[in-house]
């Protein structure tokens, strides 16, 4: 086995955090304080700002403010609504006033990026910047946006200091840490608990609507840092809540809430199905009006839908009813927040996608029950999970109360409705023969209702935990590992234990690094000057604990690819490596399992294979997974040099691949494997490997073949839904026009918003004519695959429109293979020469040679493209003209 090559750093490996710079005061930024602004002139400013905005401080935004600027630690459990935002910008105004850094941390990138224009509107462009996996931007601004994760991997590093030479994590520094009830999430809570272990002299501003008793960790963070902690609690709600536990049917309900004026209705499932289901079955009810359906249609007007969950979400939002769950494209779930916020949508059916911050004004939430599935087993919502849901009824300025409605179980509601319908007649009473809950099914009654609308959050539970990015920060860092480590694990939130499990996994991670050369220990006797007895042996790349783990593999993997291979056969080995190392997405993957199991099963059957033969033989079947065998046998040899690399999984799969050698279409994909409702998670895949192959992919592997690979990627991702790429490409875009630059100014900022406002209307698909001949190619080589395998079916399934079913495709190569046995479709098979390209004006001519044994070459597919319909749909449409002899 060849060794894999040492790691190298990614090629877009996020810029460390530098110093602050000096904040920029400018006439239209006022909160742009400049350093020596007294508390009083800092507060003054912040009181103006509010009220020019037309917004008079709550007393709970007073004292907050008061106590930030007092140098207090502040922790804000006030209710949604009440103006949480408001403190954590009086929180940024003192940190500049007194000259010191503040960090905004949320719990995912699209509201980082969110707050990041917020901010720099606020404060000016040159004062903000910010920092994630993917980019950096104004890294040395003194305010900075990122996730907790980013600030708890600088913070271990030691990269927070003010100064160069101050490397230590004591400096004046201000953390606001948005959404802080994600201290208690078990995959990502411990990123929210280092920052406070780990940052003796920061201030910090905790916000929340759900946080629970906080006393534990304000009386830590006071004996800490020697601050006090002020925690507010005390907000009233600005539009008060009223609950009901229901017994009517929901469509009852919902039809209820919209007569008496209720509306805009939120109901709330657990399933993304649920939720499209209720939203169909709603199509029969008087959602709106006449004139309230004609505004809606004009607010469409100019909006792409796609075939599949497109056609269907346009017919719904027609009628008044949104759908809204992480499934969807962004776009749509945008479109939909949108029309909600312009008051068109009278009811949207999603998931519990609104507790976590999703900007829709609601007037009422309606539960369709009181359970869910966390990924392990089915229980009961937490107190803190319904009360994060709950708190989004009741618009503020709108409302003067919000609804918030609890469905009781089905079989419940039959019940009550076979009862009420008895009367009070005993004897029809008795022969009701009630229902019971579904059996293996987690129930609900009007007690657990009561339970949660009375209960208070849950008290934040700790979830530290050690890992190989934890161990390798603290010892990239200067100091004594050993100590610092021992001190992160013994001043940690976790319960104290008679053998501690942490220690032992700090041990064993040591031990791993030890012996694979990456740490070196030096008895004490041996050390000079008080130094480390524990030191970090090599550099560590920055990027394998943010947002591609596995990125330095992927590069070092591409070497062991075979230089001599045929070019395109080539580029799909260069996809392979970065699916491989891209997570996701588990919807197509499961249904290409099931494809490959029932095509396997048909062999079987054709072989005369026993049932229990064929049974067992079908656990080895899976979904493609190219390189499989290179790459593990590598990664293996990678993880001993690399041992965190460990900690994330080598995932081989072929979805890219596969829509490059089938010439399929997104809509194609999403329709072969049945995946409409995951359509939003297939197209962040697609995203995410189009991203790591620009990042990843060294310039002397970026042959013509992969460039065209990335240009018809960039494209299709584009033509679908180009908000996730347009917005990195804004903020990319931004990132590189401030690398020589202290900062961003106004305009390059003003340049990356309208970057990303302009992420909703792509331009014409045929514009770019590189990715649009590389996405004809595909079409054309789709259809030649599948005449190799003689599936009829599949290409009259494809072309049946256009005049060619399955008989006229049989019909048509039926003399070729009295003269061949096969159709090449190999690398050689898809040379570039092998296409022959005839544009008439709005119409291309294709023609797309058949590789035959011989080599003749004599046999064509002949196909015409229509580049008008191609741009109306967004993806490629051909026609067959001809297949037959030259």
């Known amino acids: 086995m060849q060794d894999v090559p040492s790691p190298a750093r990614s090629h877009a490996a996020p810029a460390t955090v530098r110093p602050p710079a000096t904040a920029v005061t400018a006439p239209e930024h006022p909160l742009a304080l400049a350093p020596g602004t007294s508390p009083d002139d800092a507060y003054e400013a912040f009181e103006a700002y509010a009220a020019g905005r037309g917004v008079t401080l709550y007393p709970h935004q007073e004292e907050a403010a008061l106590a930030i600027l007092g140098g207090e630690h502040v922790v804000l459990a006030t209710p949604t609504g009440s103006g949480k935002s408001l403190v954590a910008i009086a929180a940024h105004a003192a940190a500049l006033a007194r000259g010191a850094r503040t960090f905004y941390t949320a719990p995912v990138k699209a509201l980082v990026s969110e707050k990041f224009f917020d901010l720099a509107a606020t404060f000016g462009a040159a004062n903000v910047g910010m920092v994630t996996g993917d980019i950096a931007i104004n890294p040395g601004a003194p305010i900075i946006c990122c996730t907790a994760e980013i600030l708890a991997a600088q ?48 201030q910090f501003v905790l916000l ?27 907000a009233q709600r600005p539009v008060p809540l009223t609950f009901t536990y229901s017994l009517q049917p929901l469509t009852e309900v919902i039809e209820e809430l919209l007569t008496t004026q209720r509306a805009p209705v939120y109901v709330v499932h657990f399933t993304q199905a649920a939720a499209l289901e209720r939203a169909q079955a709603l199509t029969s009810v008087q959602v709106t009006s006449r004139p309230q359906r004609e505004a809606i249609a004009q607010a469409l007007t100019g909006e792409r839908f796609a075939r599949g969950f497109g056609q269907t979400l346009s017919r719904l939002l027609r009628l008044g009813i949104g759908v809204h769950h992480a499934g969807m494209l962004p776009r749509y779930r945008r479109l939909v927040e949108r029309l909600v916020q312009a008051g068109h949508l009278r009811v949207v059916c999603g998931t519990d996608t609104l507790g976590v911050g999703v900007n829709m004004p609601i007037r009422t939430v309606v539960f369709t029950g009181l359970t869910k599935f966390d990924g392990v087993r089915q229980r009961h919502l937490s107190a803190r999970e319904f009360h994060q849901i709950a708190g989004r009824a009741g618009r503020a300025g ?8 609890v469905q009781a179980p089905e079989h419940v509601i039959e019940n009550a409705k076979a009862l009420a319908k008895a009367g009070d007649d005993e004897r029809k009473r008795r022969k009701i023969v009630r229902k019971k809950a579904p059996e293996g099914q987690v129930n609900w009654t009007d007690k657990t209702f009561e339970r949660l609308r009375e209960a208070e959050p849950e008290a934040l539970t700790s979830q530290f935990h050690v890992t190989h990015a934890m161990v390798l920060g603290v ?6 590992p050993v100590a610092r480590m021992s001190a ?65 593999f992927a590069l070092a993997a591409m070497e062991l690819l075979d230089p001599e291979a045929e070019p395109f056969t080539r580029a799909l080995e260069v996809v392979s490596v970065i699916e ?9 993957l499961m249904a290409q399992q099931h494809a490959a199991r029932g095509e396997a099963i048909g062999t079987m059957k054709a072989d005369g294979l026993e049932y229990d033969e064929r049974m067992e033989l079908l656990e080895e079947v899976t979904y493609p997974q190219p390189l499989a065998e290179l790459l593990a046998g590598a990664f293996e040899i ?3 040099a690399n041992p965190w690399a460990a900690e994330s999984e080598l995932e081989p799969k072929s979805v890219v691949r596969e829509m490059i050698e089938t010439g399929m279409t997104f809509s194609e994909l999403v329709s072969r494997y049945s995946v409409a409702r995951s359509e939003g998670v297939v197209l962040r895949y697609l995203t995410d490997v189009l991203r790591s192959m620009r990042q990843i992919v060294p310039a002397e592997m970026r042959t013509d073949e992969v460039e065209d690979v990335l240009t018809w990627l960039g494209e299709l991702v584009r033509q679908v839904d180009s908000s996730l790429l347009s917005e990195w490409e804004a903020l990319s875009g931004a990132a590189s026009d401030a690398v020589d630059a202290d900062g961003l100014t106004d305009a390059e900022l003003e340049a990356a918003e309208r970057r990303f406002g302009d992420a909703e209307t792509p331009p014409p ?29 599949a290409l009259g399934a494809l072309d049946g429109d256009a005049g060619w079913d399955p008989q006229r495709w049989a019909d048509a190569l039926g003399p070729y293979w009295t003269e061949y046995d096969e159709i090449g479709t190999d690398g050689a098979a898809r040379s570039a020469s092998l296409l022959l390209v005839e544009p008439e004006g709005r119409t291309w001519y294709v023609t797309q040679i058949l590789a035959d044994p011989d080599g003749d070459r004599d046999w064509r597919l002949v196909l015409e493209v229509d580049l008008d319909a191609c741009d109306d749909l967004g993806e490629v449409v051909v026609r067959p003209v001809s297949l037959g002899p030259l």
């Not at 939130?493 to 791993?512: F, K, L, Q, T």
């Not at 514009?767 to 395998?789: M, P, Q, S, Y």
Request: proline share 8%; glycine share 8%; with cysteine.
């Open 398 to 405: 709108f409302d003067t109360v919000g609804d918030v409605v």
């Open 475 to 480: 010892l990239a860092r200067p100091g004594d």
């Open 488 to 552: 992160l694990i013994s001043g940690s939130h976790e319960p104290e234990r008679a053998a501690d499990p942490h220690v032992r996994r700090a041990i064993g991670i040591y031990r791993s690094l030890r012996s694979a050369g990456l740490v070196q220990h030096t008895p004490r006797q041996y050390v000079t000057g008080g130094g480390p007895t524990v030191t970090l042996e090599t550099d560590v790349p920055d990027e394998f604990a943010l947002n591609s783990p596995l990125a330095p």
């Open 155 to 202: 913070t271990l590093r030691g990269q927070l200091g003010a100064t160069p030479a101050n490397t230590e994590n004591d400096a004046d520094l201000v953390v606001v840490a948005d959404e802080f009830h994600f201290y208690a999430d078990p995959q990502r809570g411990s990123a929210w608990q280092i920052p406070l272990l780990d940052l003796p002299g920061a």
């Open 208 to 234: 929340s609507a759900t946080l629970g008793d906080m006393s534990a960790i304000t009386r830590d963070l006071t004996r800490r840092t020697g601050r006090e902690c002020q925690m507010i609690t005390h």
């Open 765 to 793: 698909f045929t514009a770019n004519e590189r990715a649009f001949r590389t996405a004809v190619r595909g079409a054309a080589f789709r259809r030649v695959e599948l005449l190799a395998r003689e599936q009829y079916a």
């Open 638 to 640: 990678y993880a001993r």
């Open 580 to 588: 491989a190392t891209t997570p996701g997405p588990r919807p197509v």
